[in-house]
């Protein structure tokens, strides 16, 4: 595949990253600070081994939802806010050498950006493209002549692009598989739901209160600027460093979304700093979609669409004696409170303390680039009894535990977790 032509360019970007991905405890990487910037773990680096199924169970469907691949930073001000503020220093003769060097690479990014915001990366279609021949390798007994792949994403271009990746990977491992696709405003009331007006109001009042006074324990030193800056005093009086410091570590920080970036984040900012900027975005994280009374519990249930949907494309799955897989292509935006709603491991947990965010809840773990979710149901072979189904949820290609009792490790039975979620999210919209 291409994208092994890159991995002694990544090298940097990957060493320790999957290991470190695995322990939610732990301090975050200096790529993890990077929140919802951080690469896929799983390049070219194995996820966790798969739990055997129960003897005489074998896999016949998949529901999924992905995020798209890496990509470049949406919003213009994200590069040009630190060309700006640092290209005042240059101006005055007061770049250090390390700083010119800085400016120098994020004004070439910034200069590649143009035309480009917001799409999808080299590494992000090949981080599709490791996920979809995975997928393939996992469960064979699906992806056979005939099975049908119905593949839907939202109309945004980097999702579907990243959906074209990961489906050409499929059908090149077998090309007789029946693939069809999609891109339609019909279908993004589930694929990307954000109207619900009482949920913006309760988000709305929670950031000017809870989330602004949780943040305003995270201030930026500034420290860093005397690798960058000769005179103290002109940084003091010229530079905004809460600006800068912000958008230079999101510059920098998706880096790693590049195969031609340097990886400088960790030269420029200090651990503590590094630390700073992640929980400020680590906490909005949570308030946009985490389980709290801060926002009533709003947030993970405006997913109940996409959900619903899971749950009725499985339906339709389980009286069919043929295999078949949905594969739906979104946004991290849906993954983080999908997951929170879906009540994987603990991150359905309420938390009402954002002093108690972090650790518990830390964003790398649930939206890295190509986050994605899968559903691998199971049943007897010859079977088409829905009562005979069993289920497994993993998030990230890692087998998570669901809020019921299992069967057998990671296993569940499907009709128990089904009405699990259907009693959680209500028949009604």
């Known amino acids: ?24 405890s732990a301090s975050p990487t200096p790529q993890q600070t990077a929140s919802h910037y951080y690469a896929y773990p799983y390049l070219d680096v194995a996820p966790p081994a798969q739990t055997p199924a129960p003897e005489g169970y074998e896999p016949f469907h998949i529901e999924h939802y992905g995020r798209h691949g890496s990509r470049w930073l949406i919003n213009p001000n994200q590069y040009a806010t630190p ?3 640092l290209s005042k220093a240059e101006k005055a003769g007061k770049l250090t050498p390390f700083g010119q060097e800085i400016l ?52 945004v271009i980097r ?22 696709t999609d891109a339609s405003y019909a279908d993004m009331y ?6 619900d007006s009482i949920t913006r109001d309760w988000r709305k009042k929670a950031k000017s209160g809870a989330l602004k006074e949780e943040r305003a324990k995270y201030k930026t030193s500034g420290k860093f600027m005397s690798k960058l800056i000769s005179d103290p005093q002109f940084a003091k009086d010229s530079i905004n460093v809460t600006a800068l410091a912000a958008d230079l570590a999101n510059v920098l ?50 997913q109940r669409f996409l959900l619903r949907n899971f749950i009725e494309s ?14 739906r292509f979104g946004h991290d935006t849906m993954v983080y409170p999908l997951s929170v709603l879906m009540e994987l491991d603990d991150f359905g947990q309420e938390i009402n303390d954002l002093s108690q965010v972090e650790g518990r809840i830390n964003d790398y773990m649930l939206v890295p680039m190509a986050a994605n979710i899968q559903m691998v149901f199971y049943r007897p072979k010859g079977s088409t009894n829905p009562d005979d189904v069993l289920v497994k949820v993993m998030l990230h290609e890692t087998e998570r535990r669901l809020p019921i009792e299992p069967v057998a490790g990671p296993y569940y039975s499907w009709p128990k977790l089904r009405e699990y979620y259907l009693n959680k999210i209500g028949t009604e919209n």
């Open 1 to 24: 595949m291409n994208y092994r032509k890159a991995a002694s360019a990544l090298a940097i970007l990957t060493m320790g990253i999957a290991s470190a991905f695995a322990q939610q």
């Open 190 to 195: 589930y694929m990307n739901h954000d109207h």
């Open 253 to 302: 920080g998706n880096a790693q979304s590049h195969s031609d970036q340097p990886w400088l984040l960790d030269k420029v900012f200090s651990p503590d700093e590094l630390h700073t900027e992640w929980m400020k975005r680590n906490l909005n994280w949570f308030v946009d979609a985490g389980n709290s009374a801060l926002t009533g519990g709003t947030q993970p249930m405006e």
């Open 83 to 85: 060309v700006n503020e």
């Open 104 to 155: 120098n690479t994020v004004r070439d990014i910034q200069n590649k950006s143009k035309n480009r915001l917001g799409e999808l990366s080299d590494i992000g279609a090949w981080q599709h493209q490791a996920i979809g021949r995975r997928m393939y390798e996992n469960y064979p007994q699906i992806f056979q002549p005939g099975t049908h792949v119905d593949a839907k994403s939202t109309i």
């Open 159 to 180: 999702c579907i692009l990243s959906m074209l990746n990961e489906i050409k990977e499929l059908q090149a491992l077998e090309p007789q598989l029946l693939i069809t």
């Open 314 to 327: 499985a339906d339709t799955a389980m009286v069919s004696p043929r295999t078949s897989a949905n594969l």
